[in-house]
T-cell receptor
Framework: DGGITQSPKYLFRKEGQNVTLSCEQN?????MYWYRQDPGQGLRLIYY???????QKGDIAEGYSVSREKKESFPLTVTSAQKNPTAFYLC??????????FGEGSRLTVL | GQQLNQSPQSMFIQEGEDVSMNCTSS?????WLWYKQDPGEGPVLLIA?????ELTSNGRLTAQFGITRKDSFLNISASIPSDVGIYFC?????????????FGKGTKLTVNP
């Protein structure tokens, strides 16, 4: 079945460690996105990519990094520079018509 | 920057009741989307609206894109327990040569059986 797969679903990290969240899609969408969600908050855009080998910062990119080496994959690295990384992270992709289709999310907890 | 004001923040209703929520903005959007998010899951697209004044239904859900392109409402008729979740509106516009999607902060719906 076509869709967006995020892994892992739950991740625990010690302070000072980098972690990478995986996002893979088989929908043949050009654009991919990473959002952060905190309790009671809306979705905040971290990074997005509209084409392979190109990506742009969103509203809260500090402390995060991404790569887009393949159309299907858009991994997000949460670096030690991110001061408050505990959150629910959502990956999404979109076709040319613009609707976003989301993965099931990854919950990161810093111990 | 663009903001979507979504209301109400939360709703507590009895099973069988109808629900209405809305989003407003001072910005004009090309597309309006409504999503539902179950706890611990990613948002799922419910309805997409593309034209000013467009009224679209999806089962018990009805949504309309405001004639000015600055607002939208979502109605749920005859609510059931599985309607529980957070409903997000999102507006799409072109800015700086790329598409930008702006999300409201969500309406949390609780349905009492």
């Amino acid at each position: 079945d076509g869709g967006i797969t995020q892994s892992p679903k739950y991740l625990f990290r010690k302070e000072g460690q980098n972690v990478t969240l995986s996002c893979e899609q088989n929908l043949n969408h050009d654009a991919m996105y990473w959002y952060r969600q905190d309790p009671g908050q809306g979705l905040r855009l971290i990074y997005y990519s509209q084409i392979v080998n190109d990506f742009q910062k969103g509203d809260i990119a500090e402390g995060y990094s991404v790569s887009r080496e393949k159309k299907e994959s858009f991994p997000l690295t949460v670096t030690s520079a991110q001061k408050n990384p505990t959150a629910f992270y959502l990956c999404a992709s979109s076709p040319s018509t613009g609707e976003l289709f989301f993965g099931e999310g990854s919950r990161l907890t810093v111990l | 920057g663009q903001q979507l004001n979504q209301s109400p923040q939360s709703m507590f209703i009895q099973e069988g009741e109808d629900v209405s929520m809305n989003c407003t903005s001072s910005s004009i959007f090309n597309t309006w989307l409504w999503y539902k998010q179950d706890p611990g899951e990613g948002p799922v697209l419910l309805i997409a609206l593309y034209k000013a004044g467009e009224l679209t239904s999806n089962g018990r859900l009805t949504a309309q894109f405001g004639i000015t392109r600055k607002d939208s409402f979502l109605n749920i008729s005859a609510s059931i327990p599985s309607d529980v979740g957070i409903y997000f509106c999102a507006g799409q516009l072109w800015q700086g040569g790329s598409e930008k999607l702006v999300f409201g902060k969500g309406t949390k719906l609780t349905v009492n059986p």
